[in-house]
Structure formats: structure tokens, C-alpha cells
């Protein structure tokens, strides 16, 4: 069984204070945790015996949509079987029911490399082109291609077990992969070295050194034969970073390894178990602990990987959708750089709004919003045999549109909210703005103060940068709020975000979420929530605000500068934005929860409101790494180009 890390619980009276003796802590993730969530780890229990089914819905708020204060609480293993379950259901209730507004049959395109054959469109530079594809008159926005993934064929030697101690990359068994053979396949035991839970207890690891030429992929396949071993694999390089990881699926406690090298060189595949990690990995005693252990068996490949590059022509502001079915199990997609700007292989098309025009369904969805006019490319890889992908272009729904603009509405009054499109139970009353000024040491004559700084900030993030970036000359966004304006919500492009209320009161566990994560805008009447009680609790928890209040801080200014950057995070979800690291050294405005101070605006002081507090906007930055895309994504070029006219 997996540990528990602690859970977020916030039980609130109706006057918005603490129920008496408090919710249970939730504690901050440490640093072994922050480090595999860096690496794509999930840290929480995953689902049990009872929900191991592909489509049982996890407990707690959606990962994707949520700005979670703990996100190592998160079930992201069972979020993507339950996401991957609804959205083929989605995709098949689509082809049913409906014909997506297509011009016509999409463009018909057959692979022109030949079945068993490498190298001739494996790169951006030889790429098949798509002749026709385009959203412009006279052009089709869809093609269907069909092709074929021939990989080098290898094989695996039985070798016998390493022998201990083998725990570190200098004590490393030689695998001799990409030196004498293709792969290997062996057993070993997690738990027999000196480190293990009968040794020093610090954990122990079995090492597999390889070497690997740019465009090898490996494979590697863990067996655990019992359910004793919770395993996990760590792929690092010989300076000892980790560059790819693999736990188990929930369901079994096997683990699969799939990576693909761009630089050759040497490697080292760790085997150990849940949540074992190496603080330094050329020490094999530097365990964050011996936690789970067992037997196992385990095969390695390594080989000659096929890619199959496509080339599409696209206009600034095109959204671009694809899906994979048959034997592939990766998309991505370049941009005209050409740079990978987002790979992926997984379906989370179900948190596209219903009526997204953008396909789904498949082994794997991309989905990405063209910041410059020119040659795109769609990336097919990861697989051995025949494939089917569909690549779709639109338009932004609100271009031509009467009313052409899109409203965001800020709701300080209070509301009543039907949470259950969050997880939540149904229509709640959430509690007003200014009942929370109090735990922030404010008062109602603050209010005003407060909500004109929110504004600015929203402002400045949503509007001023976009407008600055001089991407879209037809950017529109009117920012309306409740003190300032009548409620427009339920009229036509108006979307909201609600900000007050608990979680308690909604029955949603997180700090702020959106309704969907819309590429292109298409569903331009959405609703978010930004919840005050965590955000307001007793100092101590990295995720209040008063964590970082002194008698140093302008209290207005930096309550006002954090919760509009919250605001603003959940506006980019339903305006199409992922998220990205938080852990890295890009403060970026779609970071996910557990770094707050940089989501906060919080200076190197780490004090907020003071002259050192930071400016954090949408930008570029790499994918979250524990949601299952890879590559760059720009947060801002994804937005701007949906809200426009």
C-alpha cells in the first residue's frame, strides 16, 4: 500500500471561521516529495482494489483543472485512466451523433515511407508534407494519415541477477546494451542490498548501466511476479539527472519505461520502490529511505526508434487538434522553429468543453495554438505497425463573432454556484469577498483597496501583457466585476470567476479550479472558482497568504497582487492554457500548486508586499511533468488568440 500524504481539509463555519479544533494539517511536501513530483512522480495513494477500473472517477478535485494547494495528494495515475475511459466515450458519442463542421471528407494521406524502412521522414527537415490542409478558402482543415512505424527490430538476452552491491551509478551491473546486445532480460530482489530495510534502512537500488546513440528508444518492462514490490524506475544520465521516470498505473504495481535519447551517450536505469529516491546517485547509501520491497523481473530494450513527421501549413491563430489510434502510442507537435511544443501520450481531450470542435479519443491528443504562420509538424512515434491520425484546424469561435468580445466577470458578491461540474455536490452557496478580509488582518474599509488591486493585477495579466506581446492586433477582453458592474453571467461570451466562498462550502478540495481547459476558446461562457479559506488560514502552511504577511507588508497590495495572479491562473485554463513546473526556475502564472511564494509574487525576502515582491505573467515554460505532456509550452500565444474579434 501506498503511504498516505497528509490530505487537505478545511472545515468551515458558515461564518467563515475555523470549525472548533481545526481541520486535519496537511503537510508541506518535503523535500523527497517535491523531488518526485519534479519528476513526474506521483507521490499519493493511488486507487484502490475497488476503483481499479478504467473508468472510476479518483476522490478530490481534477488535477488539470485545479490549482491544488497539495499536489502531492493528487491521484494523476487515476485521473488519466478516468479522463482517457470518458474521452474515447466522448469521441464515440461524437461520431454518432454528430458531423463536426468540416468543409469536407478529410484529405486522404498515405504514409510515403515504405513499410520497413527508417530515415526518410523521421525529422522536422524531411517531414511529408500535407498538400491542401489549411483553414484558408479553398483548403481543407482536416486530414486523416495513414502510416506505418517500423522500428529496428531487437532482442533480449537472458543474463543473471547483478550482484550487490549494485546501487549506484560507479557500482552499476553492465548491461552491455549498445555494446554486444540489444537488451537483456534478468531478475533481482529490491530490499537484499546493505541498504535495504534489513541493512542501514537508507534504501536500496538496482543499477543497469547501457549505452544508447540519439533516436534509440528504450524499453524497460518490470515484472514484479507478487504484489510485494511497489516498483519504480529512474532512467539518469552519467552526470546522474534524471531524465525520465515510470511508476506503476495504479492497477498493478508493474512498472513500463518508454524513452526516447537525443544525445548519445551512457545511462543508468534504477530499480527500486515506492518512494525511494537517491539523493546523490553515486552513492548507494544516500536512499531517501527503505520503503517498499520484493523480487521482480525485468526486461530492457534498446533500439532504433521510427518517427513519421507531417508537415501543415498553418496561419497565425489556427487551433490545431490531433488524435492516434492502431499501434502508435505518441504525438507531438513542433512549431516552425522547430521545437517540440507539446508531445504527448495520453487522451485528456474529456476536459475539453463538450462542444470543442477539436478531436479526441485516441491513443494519444495533442492540441496547440499556432503563434506564427508557416510549417507545422505532427510527430507520430512510440509504437511498432500501422496507425491512424487525424489532424484538424479552426478558427477561434469568437472570430466575426456578434458580440465579438469576450467578458470575464470577477464575482466578489457571493454566489450561488452549481459545483457539480467541479466534482462538487451540486448548487452550494459560496460566501462573499469580504467576509475573508478579516483573517487576512483587514478590514471592510479595505475592501474596496483590496478589489482594486485584484483588478489591476487581472488586468495587467490578462490584458495589458497580451495586448503588449503584439501577437494579435484583434486581442478583445473586457474585464467587468461585480462592485463595478451588474452581473452579465448567462449572457452571451461572458465568462466568469467566482472568487470567495470555502471548501466546504463548495465540497470541491482545492484552492481554485476551472470548468475546462478550452484551447482556442471555443466554449465562451464558462465558469472558475478561487476559494478563500486556505488562502486565508493561520500562517504556517506555504499556501496561505499570511504565511508571508509581516508588519513589513503593504497587506492591500500583496493580497491583492496574489489573488489576482490566482484569478488569473484559472482564467487560463478555460482560455486554453496546461499546466506548467512549478519546481523549475520559470515563475510562470499556470504553475501548478506547491510553490506558492513564486505563484504569490513572493520577492527573495519571502515577504510579501514588499519592494522586492516579483512580477510573475504567462510566458513560456516547459509542461507540468507529472501531467503527461512533454515540450515547450507559451502560455500567453495559447490565450491571446481565443479572445479576439
Not at 1 to 13: E, G, W, Y
Not at 81 to 104: D, H, I, S, V
Not at 378 to 394: F, I, K, N
Amino acid at each position: 500500500m501506498r503511504r498516505r500524504i497528509a490530505m487537505v481539509a478545511a472545515c468551515l463555519l458558515a461564518a467563515v471561521t475555523l470549525a472548533p479544533g481545526g481541520a486535519a494539517a496537511r503537510a508541506n511536501p518535503d523535500v523527497d516529495t517535491k523531488k518526485a513530483l519534479a519528476n513526474g512522480l506521483q507521490v499519493a495513494p493511488k486507487s484502490t482494489a475497488k476503483s481499479k477500473t478504467a473508468n472510476a472517477k479518483p476522490a478530490g478535485a481534477n488535477p488539470y483543472l485545479a490549482l491544488l494547494p497539495d499536489p502531492a495528494a493528487a491521484d494523476l495515475s487515476g485521473w488519466d485512466r478516468y479522463l482517457a475511459a470518458q474521452g474515447k466515450e466522448r469521441a464515440k458519442t461524437k461520431a454518432k451523433t454528430q458531423q463536426r463542421a468540416l468543409a469536407a471528407a478529410p484529405i486522404l494521406v498515405d504514409e510515403d515511407e515504405p513499410t520497413g524502412v527508417r530515415g526518410s521522414n523521421d525529422t522536422p527537415a524531411t517531414a511529408q508534407r500535407v498538400p491542401g490542409f489549411g483553414t484558408n478558402t479553398g483548403q481543407n482543415p482536416a486530414a486523416r494519415v495513414l502510416g506505418t512505424l517500423s522500428p529496428e527490430p531487437v532482442s533480449a538476452e537472458d543474463v543473471d541477477p547483478n550482484t550487490e552491491d549494485d546501487g549506484s551509478i560507479p557500482l552499476a551491473g553492465d548491461t552491455g546494451i549498445g555494446e554486444t546486445r540489444d537488451g537483456i532480460r534478468t531478475s533481482g530482489v529490491v530490499g537484499d542490498g546493505p541498504h535495504g530495510s534489513a541493512g542501514s534502512g537508507s534504501g536500496d537500488f538496482d543499477v543497469y548501466k547501457l549505452t544508447a546513440t540519439a533516436g534509440d528508444s528504450i524499453t524497460a518492462d518490470i515484472d514484479t511476479t507478487t504484489e510485494e514490490l511497489d516498483s519504480i524506475l529512474l532512467l539518469l544520465d552519467a552526470e546522474g539527472e534524471i531524465i525520465a521516470t515510470a511508476d506503476d498505473d495504479g492497477v498493478s504495481f508493474d512498472s513500463l519505461l518508454n524513452f526516447q535519447f537525443t544525445e548519445s551517450g551512457t545511462y543508468y536505469l534504477f530499480v527500486t520502490g515506492f518512494l525511494t529516491l537517491p539523493d546523490d546517485p553515486f552513492d548507494s547509501g544516500s536512499g531517501s529511505g527503505a520503503e517498499s520491497e520484493g523480487p521482480y523481473n525485468l526486461t530492457i530494450l534498446v533500439g532504433q526508434s521510427d518517427f513519421d513527421f507531417f508537415a501543415v501549413r498553418l496561419r497565425k491563430g489556427d487551433v490545431l487538434g490531433a488524435t492516434v489510434s492502431g499501434s502508435a502510442a505518441r504525438l507531438a507537435v513542433y512549431d516552425t522553429v522547430p521545437r517540440e511544443v507539446q508531445g504527448s501520450t495520453q487522451d485528456a481531450s474529456f476536459i475539453f468543453p463538450v462542444d470543442t470542435p477539436l478531436p479526441g479519443g485516441g491513443n494519444a491528443v495533442v492540441d496547440y495554438v499556432a503563434e506564427t504562420a508557416g510549417w507545422h509538424y505532427v510527430a507520430v512515434t512510440s509504437g511498432s505497425g500501422t496507425y491512424d491520425v487525424t489532424v484538424e484546424a479552426h478558427r477561434p469561435t469568437l472570430e466575426g463573432a456578434t458580440p465579438p468580445v469576450q467578458t470575464l466577470f470577477l464575482d466578489f458578491d457571493g454566489a450561488r454556484v452549481n459545483t457539480a461540474p467541479f466534482g462538487g455536490p451540486g448548487v452550494r452557496t459560496l460566501s462573499p469577498f469580504e467576509a475573508f478580509l478579516g483573517r487576512w488582518g483587514l478590514t471592510r474599509a479595505d475592501e474596496d483597496a483590496v478589489i482594486d488591486a485584484v483588478i489591476a493585477t487581472v488586468t495587467e495579466n490578462l490584458k495589458s501583457d497580451l495586448q503588449a506581446s503584439g501577437l494579435n492586433s484583434r486581442f478583445r477582453l473586457q474585464i467587468k466585476n461585480s462592485r463595478d458592474h451588474r452581473d452579465t453571467f448567462g449572457q452571451e461570451n461572458v465568462s466568469r470567476i467566482v472568487v470567495g466562498g470555502t471548501i466546504d462550502e463548495s465540497g470541491v478540495p482545492t484552492i481554485g479550479i476551472a470548468q475546462t481547459i478550452d484551447p482556442g476558446n471555443f466554449e465562451t461562457e464558462e465558469t472558475a472558482l478561487v476559494l478563500l479559506d486556505i488562502l486565508s488560514d493561520p500562517a504556517g502552511d506555504d499556501a496561505s497568504l499570511n504565511t508571508y504577511i509581516t508588519p513589513a507588508s503593504d497587506k492591500v497590495a500583496f493580497v491583492g497582487r496574489a489573488l489576482g495572479n490566482v484569478v488569473s491562473h484559472e482564467a487560463g485554463h478555460f482560455f486554453g492554457d496546461w499546466h506548467v513546473d512549478q519546481f523549475n526556475d520559470i515563475p510562470n502564472l499556470m504553475d501548478q500548486g506547491g510553490n506558492f511564494p513564486v505563484m504569490f509574487a513572493v520577492g527573495p525576502d519571502n515577504v510579501g508586499g514588499t519592494e522586492d515582491d516579483t512580477d510573475v505573467d504567462f510566458g513560456e515554460d516547459v509542461f507540468n511533468p507529472g501531467e503527461g505532456f512533454t515540450g515547450t509550452e507559451d502560455t500567453l500565444s495559447r490565450i491571446v488568440f481565443g479572445v479576439t474579434s
